[in-house]
C-alpha cells in the first residue's frame, strides 16, 4: 500500500501563490494516478485536480482552472500542486490521494490519501 504525506501548506494573502507536495512511500507510485482534494469548514471534500500515472493528462475542477496547476515527479514518487492568484475561498485542508487507474479522475474512486495540509487564504 502506498503512503502519502502532504506538505506545503500554510497561510498567504489573497493573490499569493503556494505549491504542495505529496510525497509517496511503498506501493508503485509511478503506477497510481493521484488527484488533490480539499474540505473546506463545514463544507464536503471536493475534487481540485488529478493527474493520470503517465503524467499526460490532467483534470481540474472549474474553480481552479488557470490558477493551480497539478505536476508529478515519478522519480521522486511526488506529485505537486501549485497554487497560484489564491482567493479566501481556497482555504481548506487539502489532502493528497492516490490508486491504480479506474476510469476519469474526476470521479474515480481513491483507496488511498494523505493527512492533509491546511491552506488559509487571508483577504
Known amino acids: 500500500q502506498v503512503q502519502l504525506v502532504e506538505s506545503g501548506g500554510g497561510l498567504v494573502q489573497a493573490g499569493g501563490s503556494l505549491r504542495l507536495s505529496c510525497a509517496a512511500s511503498?506501493?508503485?507510485?509511478?503506477?497510481?494516478?493521484m488527484g488533490w482534494f480539499r474540505q473546506a469548514p463545514g463544507k464536503e471534500r471536493e475534487f481540485v485536480a488529478a493527474i493520470r500515472w503517465s503524467g499526460g493528462i490532467t483534470s481540474y475542477a472549474d474553480s481552479v482552472k488557470g490558477r493551480f496547476t497539478i505536476s508529478r515527479d515519478n522519480a521522486k514518487n511526488t506529485v505537486y500542486l501549485q497554487m497560484n492568484s489564491l482567493k479566501p475561498e481556497d482555504t481548506a485542508v487539502y489532502y493528497c490521494?492516490?490508486?491504480?487507474?479506474?476510469?476519469?479522475?474526476?470521479?474515480?474512486?481513491?483507496?488511498?490519501w494523505g493527512q492533509g495540509t491546511q491552506v488559509i487564504v487571508s483577504s
Open positions: 490521494a492516490g490508486d491504480r487507474p479506474a476510469g476519469k479522475l474526476s470521479t474515480m474512486k481513491y483507496d488511498y
Open positions: 511503498r506501493g508503485t507510485f509511478s503506477y497510481y494516478d
